[in-house]
């Protein structure tokens, strides 16, 4: 072979190796809490000067790091995170500590309340405030983690963002749903959530409605449906980013502008044609539906763009 033309090649596949590397890094980050070690993974820009770290905090459910669940794969907080890590943000994402137990650890997950998962919160924050190796903290919640992070970034965190987060107390939404999909089973639902608003297990409820308030779920609920969220985030002196996509079926717009109406120092961003999960859906609800375990399908760039902006925008 000619000598110039194995040089050429040589230099045209050092390019491409160097073009297809990432700009960030990706380690596996163990933070100890009261109740479980924490397991998740932390990006970070590859670059030596200081930047921002955002905390993801996850949804209802056992979900992980990357916002699947046994049942869903849709990857839409590994996408984020790595959304974020090409405009030099950092991020640690973590698995639900109820995926850190056994079959075993039964008692361990009844024992769990709505207060573990915010103390949980807490602790990852102080693990990284203590390092001093960011220039801000930004807690970012979604789902069930946006009431989680909003009350854990009380007082630990420089900015706080809802994603897709509820601006209404438990029993509100959860009368609302059953309404919406089964309205004869809506009389029953406002007794059981009336009963755990006071504090009251209840032990006899209509069998349809099991799946939802088992005698073992119960208190977690009751600790869960204390917190109204227009308090808590009225209690933040931090700026505030507040999002909710058009096509959400599980958290209306009405509880974005709510949380915006009770923060006065929020922004509110609706992304027009956003689901639940960050993806951009313009059919029915079947499509919906399927983007929840289509983890092929990207995360929409403008809600992205709108996070690092925000990030970026902090003083």
Not at 291 to 298: E, F, K, V
Request: hydrophobic share 40%; aromatic share 8%.
């Amino acid at each position: 072979m000619n000598y110039k033309i194995f040089s050429f090649l040589i230099l045209f596949i050092s390019s491409v190796t160097l073009a297809q590397e990432k700009s960030y890094t990706e380690i596996e980050i163990s933070i100890p809490t009261n109740s479980v070690t924490i397991n998740g993974s932390l990006i970070t820009s590859r670059s030596s000067e200081k930047h921002p770290l955002v905390i993801l905090i996850p949804g209802s459910g056992p979900t992980d790091r990357d916002g699947n669940s046994a049942m869903t794969k849709n990857n839409s907080l590994k996408y984020l995170a790595e959304a974020l890590a090409n405009e030099k943000i950092a991020t640690y994402r973590f698995d639900k500590s109820v995926l850190s137990f056994t079959k075993d650890d039964k008692e361990k997950v009844d024992a769990l309340t709505f207060e573990t998962f915010i103390n949980e919160a807490k602790s990852i924050i102080d693990y990284f405030r203590i390092t001093k190796k960011y220039s801000k903290i930004i807690v970012a919640g979604h789902s069930q983690g946006s009431l989680v992070g909003l009350i854990a970034a009380k007082n630990n965190a420089d900015a706080f963002i809802s994603l897709e987060g509820a601006g209404r107390t438990l029993d509100v939404i959860f009368v609302e749903q059953i309404e919406l999909q089964a309205p004869f089973l809506k009389e029953d639902t406002q007794k059981i959530v009336s009963e755990l608003k006071k504090g009251n297990t209840v032990e006899e409820f209509n069998p349809m409605l099991m799946t939802l308030f088992n005698k073992q779920v119960q208190p977690f609920l009751i600790s869960w449906i204390k917190y109204n969220p227009q308090i808590e985030i009225a209690k933040l002196n931090i700026p505030i980013l507040i999002i909710n996509g058009s096509k959400d079926i599980q958290v209306k717009n009405i509880d974005a502008e709510l949380l915006h109406k009770a923060a006065e120092n929020s922004e509110l961003f609706i992304v027009e044609n956003m689901n639940h999960i960050f993806k951009e859906i313009n059919g029915d609800l079947t499509e919906n539906m399927e983007s929840y375990s289509n983890p092929n399908l990207p995360i929409m760039t403008n809600f992205s763009d709108k996070i690092s902006t925000f990030v970026k925008d902090l003083k």
